[in-house]
């Protein structure tokens, strides 16, 4: 179950990530994007912390919404909007006890807001497997890393990457590997543990 006290841990341990491996994942999106999302994605979790300090919420749905609007404001290119939209879907939901329903709104918010199908090579491929995982009781640190590593093969038909075609295979999605970053954070956290 997501509580205020584990999902700002959640979140804390997601910036400690993020922090330690934003070079890797913008060497990640160097080949078959634009080279920036661990920049990014540092300056979005960095926007996250100050904002909760600075805004103090009170509740899980606050949290969310206060993630989601940091995220969407500080993350360039198409991963603000997308993490903000997750977060803001999971915000609206009404029973925080149930940490699957919650993630599949955040899910539905990205496919929604992203207009992407699973295989095809974006971050849909590391949420979208790994709450079938999630849902089955099956959701482990080292299945999240062998998400990630499936996107690999991937023919990028969609987002930033498509535009290299046959050229993004070979090459991990730099969105799912932040996704698995947040889904490790997510376990690690304790949320699955209630």
């Not at 023919?155 to 991990?172: C, D, L, M, P, Q």
């Amino acid at each position: 179950m997501f509580t205020l006290e584990n999902s700002k841990k959640w979140l804390e341990l997601f910036k400690e990530t993020i922090d330690e491996k934003h070079s890797y994942l913008s060497e990640l999106d160097t080949p078959i994007g634009d080279g920036d999302h661990g920049n990014n994605m540092k300056r979005g979790v960095t926007g996250v912390a100050e904002a909760i300090e600075k805004r103090k919420p009170e509740t899980v749905a606050d949290l969310f919404k206060v993630t989601a609007i940091a995220l969407t404001s500080k993350v360039g290119g198409a991963s603000g909007p997308l993490y903000g939209t997750a977060f803001l879907e999971m915000a609206k939901q009404k029973d925080f006890n149930d940490v699957y329903s919650v993630l599949k709104a955040g899910l539905e918010g990205i496919q929604k807001r992203g207009k992407a199908e699973p295989g095809q090579k974006t971050m849909v491929d590391l949420w979208h497997p790994a709450l079938g995982l999630l849902k089955e009781g099956k959701l482990t640190p080292e299945k999240v890393d062998e998400l990630v590593e499936n996107t690999k093969d991937m023919k990028a038909t969609k987002g930033r990457a498509s535009y290299v075609g046959e050229r993004s295979i070979g090459h991990i999605d730099p969105g799912a590997m932040s996704s698995g970053y947040l889904f490790k954070a997510l376990i690690k956290a304790g949320i699955l543990d209630e």
